[in-house]
């Protein structure tokens, strides 16, 4: 059983499109995070949500939206993608008390 | 600001031969540190750890890790490096007094010569 699962592994979509990430993890963490791959293979945060409130909103644009439906979820939905926006997504999660963060499989994004 | 360094964008090491990877962090607090690793095409997983104690930490696959406060350090070794061995691999430090994020550094690759 994979702690971290993110769908879909791969993506390939137009510019343009609206797009969304899933992400649920089954460690029974508090706090979940996105990360972006860029091209360079720099990962930078992105958002982390604790027990469904955001925490960390970092300069992402607005065409970004975590949503957490529960805990145990966090979802990435973008907006109007741009070419830009090709990278790898990692989705992550840890106890709220815990110093560990344990990482996803990504979600390989390819806007064409 | 926080930050982390890795200076070497790239290391290639005979199989069999010893590694070690530098990691260099700008934190004003104790840190926690982290090395991560990612073969290609896949995920990052997490080789080893410190948050306090002992200053050399053991991980998975044979890597071990010191961490030295005077030199801002945290460099990962391995006595005899295997073909499987190869991929990225990533230092990072956790700002818990941020929500818990981690501070990449740029990454090394590691490529193994048979």
């Known amino acids: 059983d994979t702690a971290v699962s993110q769908t879909p592994k791969y993506l390939v979509t137009q510019m343009g499109n609206d797009k969304s990430i899933k992400c649920e993890q089954n460690?029974?963490?508090?706090?979940m995070y996105w990360y972006k791959q860029d091209s360079k293979k720099f990962l930078k945060i992105m958002f982390s949500?604790?027990?469904?409130?955001?925490?960390i909103n970092e300069t992402v644009p607005n065409r970004f939206s975590p949503k957490s439906p529960d805990k145990a979820h966090l979802n990435l939905h973008i907006n109007s993608l741009e070419l830009g926006d090709s990278a790898v997504y990692f989705c992550?999660?840890?106890?709220?008390?815990?110093?560990?963060?344990?990482f996803g499989e990504g979600s390989w994004l390819t806007v064409v | 600001a926080q930050s982390v360094t890795q200076p070497d964008i790239h290391i290639t090491v005979s199989e069999g031969a010893s590694l070690e990877l530098r990691c260099n962090y700008s934190?004003?607090?104790?840190?926690?540190l982290f090395w991560y690793v990612q073969s290609p095409g896949q995920g990052l997983q997490l080789l080893l750890k410190?948050?306090?104690?002992?200053?050399l930490v053991q991980g998975i696959k044979g890597f071990e890790a010191e961490f030295k406060r005077s030199q801002s350090s945290f460099n990962l070794r391995k006595p005899s490096v295997h073909w499987s061995d190869a991929a990225e691999y990533f230092c990072?430090?956790?700002?818990?007094?941020?929500?818990?994020?981690?501070?990449f550094g740029q990454g090394t690759e590691l490529s193994v010569k048979p």
């Open positions: 992550a999660s840890k106890r709220q008390s815990g110093n560990t963060i344990y």
């Open positions: 460690l029974g963490h508090d706090t």
């Open positions: 949500y604790n027990n469904k409130e955001l925490i």
């Open positions: 934190y004003g607090a104790t840190p926690y």
């Open positions: 410190y948050f306090s104690g002992d200053t």
């Open positions: 990072a430090v956790g700002l818990y007094n941020q929500g818990g994020k981690l501070i």
